[in-house]
């Protein structure tokens, strides 16, 4: 069966830093961008940037700009979301999803076709 499945999250204090992993299982994740979103409780799906298929190009968008870095290992078949200075604002529910084969600032996911992870809770807390 083709999945993602992601791994990281957890509570973490604020100012801290956090990463999030998102395997393939049963396909290539060489063929897809990745995109990483993010939803926290009573809000909207937020985007947060993404990664092209080789990993050489990224765009990052969203309240989290400056504070992320995706990135990849093809060999893996993984992709990371990295997260810096985490603040109680930042606790929600990561999400990595293909987004078809390029990565744009105005990636997004296919709902028909794309392959999401399960999610990941990040919660920030003294």
């Known amino acids: 069966q083709a999945q993602l499945v992601q791994s990281g999250g957890g509570l973490i204090h604020p100012g801290g830093s956090l990463s999030l992993s998102c395997a393939a299982s049963g396909f290539t994740l060489e063929r897809f961008a990745v995109g990483w979103y993010r939803q926290a409780p009573g809000k909207e799906r937020e985007r947060l940037g993404c990664?092209?298929?080789?990993?050489?190009?990224?765009h990052y968008v969203g309240s989290m700009l400056g504070r992320l870095t995706i990135s990849r290992d093809n060999a893996r078949n993984v992709a990371y979301l990295q997260m810096t200075n985490l603040t109680p604002d930042d606790a929600a529910l990561y999400t990595c999803?293909?987004?078809?084969?390029?990565?744009?600032?105005?990636?997004?996911?296919?709902?028909?076709?794309?392959?999401w992870g399960q999610g990941t809770l990040v919660a920030v807390a003294s």
């Open positions: 999803a293909t987004v078809g084969v390029f990565c744009s600032s105005t990636f997004s996911a296919d709902p028909e076709t794309a392959y």
């Open positions: 990664i092209a298929p080789n990993g050489r190009t990224t």
